[in-house]
């Protein structure tokens, strides 16, 4: 069955970037509302961003100037790029979407990525 697939995850030294991609496993499939979010170990699960389908984004105040979600039209993905990190942006990184169909946009449902591991040394 379709599935959200997560990518850019790794290790990345304080100040640094990395740039953390999500789309569905089919490409017939979109994601329309959508967002990431976050869990840090011992942590609660915490919103990151989100981005609608008509392009309105919502920041966690603790990312708000270095983190930007965005669209990927060509493949059909929403990016978090995420700049100037702090070790406390360490945590594992979770890709949130509705998904629906490009054509007709009939909805799937609301699914989940596996998570990837976002880590920043100090």
């Known amino acids: 069955q379709v599935q959200l697939v997560e990518s850019g995850g790794g290790l990345v030294q304080a100040g640094g970037s990395l740039r953390l991609s999500c789309a569905a496993s089919?490409?017939?499939?979109?994601?329309?509302?959508g967002g990431w979010y976050r869990q840090a170990p011992g942590k609660q699960r915490e919103l990151v961003a989100t981005?609608?389908?008509?392009?309105?984004?919502n920041y966690a105040d603790s990312v708000k100037g270095r983190f930007t979600i965005s669209r990927d039209n060509a493949n059909n993905a929403v990016v978090l790029q995420m700049n100037s990190l702090k070790p406390e942006d360490t945590a594992a990184y979770y890709c949130n979407g509705e998904l629906v169909s490009i054509i007709g946009r009939f909805v799937l449902g609301d699914y989940w990525g596996q998570g990837t591991q976002v880590t920043v040394s100090s």
């Open positions: 981005i609608t389908s008509t392009g309105t984004t």
């Open positions: 089919r490409s017939i499939f979109t994601i329309n509302d």
